[in-house]
Structure formats: C-alpha cells, structure tokens
C-alpha cells in the first residue's frame, strides 16, 4: 500500500509445495540473519519467503517512517506474492516486532494457517513504560513535541507511537482462529516473558507456549537452533 519497493530471498524446496511460509525479521534488522532459519523451515516441504520490511535491508523507504501498520501490509503484500506463485496455504513466524507483525496479520488475513511469533510483544503500552528508563520519564510529552526520538541510536517518528496505540493486544489476539506458537526465552530483557504469557492466557485454542529457560530476546547462544527446531516443527504438524 505503501508503493515502495520490497526484496525478498525464496527458498523452494526439492519438491514442490502447496504451502509458503513467510519470515519476518525484527526493528532495524533485516532478512540477512535468517537464512539457516528460512533453509530448516524449506527441509519440511515449504517455499519460504524472507523478505525486508520497508525501511530495511533492502527494501525502499526509511526506518523513521515505521508504524506497525505499514509493517503488517508489507508481510501481506509478501502473502500476496506467494498466492501469485499459486500457493494457498501460508504459514508466518518472525522475531521481535517480526512476531507482532505475524500475529497482527493472522488476526485480520484469514489466508494464514498458523503463526509462531518468537519474542514477540503484545502489549507495546508495556513497551512504551520500560523505554522511560532508556529514554527519560516524560519521554512520550517529549517524542510528540519534538515529532521524533532516537531509539537505539535510530530516529523514530512519533507516527510510530500515534499508530502503535491503535493496537488492543485482547482484541488482536482474540481474533487469531488459526494455531498459534508462542516461543520466548525467560531471561529476555527487552520483551518481558510475562508479555508471553499474558498472550498465551488471552490467545484462542489450539495454541502452545514455549518459554526456553536462560535465553534472552535474541537468543543468543545454542537456544536459537531450539527456536528454528520449534517453528519448522510447528508448520510441519
């Protein structure tokens, strides 16, 4: 809807498939850091689509335009081009604000099958309070006078705030009607666990919860491979 310009890498598997999965990437990363994920996920029998969000990597725009809104369409717009590839059935995971966008989506686009955001927020109200110790008390009266702050060294609009509190994690969560996974490490520092855990009680049936213990927000350590286990494993079932 934006009309920019998004890149995207597809993995086909050997033989071909009625299923596409989409994978999106988190805030200011990009679809570069994917590739042994997207490749396990294409072993189970899907064509896999990780793509750059508008602003990223790749893609035409810029990161201090970022709404979730623009986001969700972009991972729609992905959606579309693999039904032009004549699949029909899809599947969406990611990470971080990735995983928001997959669950947003799944809640409006019934074209998704199953979902499996990994630490992923849902609450961003809770977000916006944490970032008063990164950025000052006060900081939202600021962002808006100021129409932008630096997050981690990244100029962001205060469109993005404007647009993020449009997004009622209850209501979100209690449209999504396909399978969701819900995967998160208990040391995550960014995202809190218990925003997973409050998902999970608010989340519709059939659901899972996978809390991997010592991991943080990027699964830095051996815990990533679990991460890339679970999600291929979940799209497979």
């Not at 042994?36 to 793509?51: D, H, N």
Request: glycine share 8%; aromatic share 10%; charged share 25%.
């Amino acid at each position: 809807k934006q009309k920019e310009k998004l890149a995207g890498i597809l993995h086909l598997p050997k033989k071909h498939a009625a299923a596409g999965v989409v994978l999106c990437h988190g805030y200011s990363s990009s679809k570069d850091n994917k590739e042994s994920w997207a490749e396990a996920i294409c072993k189970q029998g899907f064509a896999v689509l990780r793509f750059d969000f508008s602003g990223h990597g790749e893609s035409a725009g810029l990161l201090e335009d970022l709404t979730v809104t623009n986001v969700v369409s972009d991972l729609r717009s992905a959606l579309d081009f693999l039904e032009s590839l004549k699949y029909s059935k899809f599947g969406v995971t990611g990470h971080s604000l990735g995983g928001l966008v997959c669950a947003a989506a799944a809640s409006i686009d019934k074209r998704i099958g199953a979902a499996a955001p990994v630490s992923a927020p849902s609450d961003l109200s809770g977000l916006f309070e944490r970032l008063e110790d990164v950025i000052g008390k006060n900081f939202v009266d600021y962002w808006k006078k100021n129409k932008y702050i630096y997050l981690y060294g990244r100029k962001m609009k205060y469109g993005f705030y404007k647009d993020a509190a449009k997004y009622d994690p209850a209501k979100m969560l209690k449209k999504i009607t396909c399978p969701l996974l819900l995967i998160h490490g208990d040391a995550d520092s960014i995202v809190p666990v218990g925003q997973a855990i409050n998902a999970f009680k608010l989340a519709n049936e059939p659901k899972h919860l996978e809390i991997i213990k010592g991991a943080d927000h990027n699964f830095e350590d051996r815990s990533y491979e679990k991460v890339i286990d679970l999600t291929a494993n979940w799209f497979k079932k």
